[in-house]
């Protein structure tokens, strides 16, 4: 038996990741919110490093 190509592994991850997030199953920690307009501070706290997550927050 073969194993699954790069690419083929890839889109099952992705499925995978998918469903465990629609469950409720995937949680990510979010460090710190910043509105689009606050781009480049956001990008300043990513270069910084530390713990968490950066989320920028797009209004719709």
């Known amino acids: ?8 592994a890839k889109r099952q991850a992705a499925r995978d990741i998918t469903a465990a997030a629609a469950v409720g ?3 990510v920690a979010i460090g ?3 509105p689009l307009e ?3 501070q956001a990008h300043d706290r990513v270069d910084a490093g ?3 997550r950066v ?3 797009i209004p719709s």
Request: proline share 9%; charged share 15%.
């Open 55 to 57: 989320l920028v927050t």
């Open 38 to 40: 606050k781009i480049a």
């Open 50 to 52: 530390g713990r968490g």
């Open 32 to 34: 710190d919110l910043y």
């Open 1 to 8: 038996m073969r194993s699954p190509s790069p690419v083929a």
């Open 25 to 27: 199953m995937l949680t």
